[in-house]
């Protein structure tokens, strides 16, 4: 399975912003997916997380009412619509998919939010 995340860059508080992750690859044995991000200095944490049939399974409180997971199947790709951002939204973001006895990870994307 092969991740691949676009969408990141630099925008103001209250901006919104899509990130995506296309997924390629031994898609069928992915249960779940999700998104992580990892601020300097932090550790990496969920944002949110989608089952392989497009089921929501939790937000970090954090973003709740801000950010939409997603999941296009038949496009092979994971959105994140991240909505009303902040400062302390910014990091690294990361795709994320598990399938039995395997985790896989995208390279990243940088998400700055200046005040």
């Known amino acids: 399975v092969q991740l691949v995340e676009s969408g990141g860059g630099l925008v103001q508080t209250g901006d919104s912003l899509r990130l995506s992750c296309a997924v390629s690859g031994s898609t069928f044995a992915i249960s779940t997916m999700g998104w992580y991000r990892q601020a300097p200095g932090k550790q990496r944490e969920l944002v949110a997380a989608i089952t392989s049939g497009g089921i929501v399974l939790n937000y970090a409180d954090s973003v709740k009412g801000r950010f939409t997971i997603s999941r296009d199947k038949a496009r092979n790709t994971m959105y994140l619509q991240m909505t009303s951002l902040k400062p302390e939204d910014t990091a690294v973001y990361y795709c994320?998919?598990?399938?039995?006895?395997?985790?896989?990870w995208g390279q990243g994307t940088q998400v700055t939010v200046s005040s």
């Open positions: 994320n998919a598990a399938a039995v006895n395997e985790n896989y």
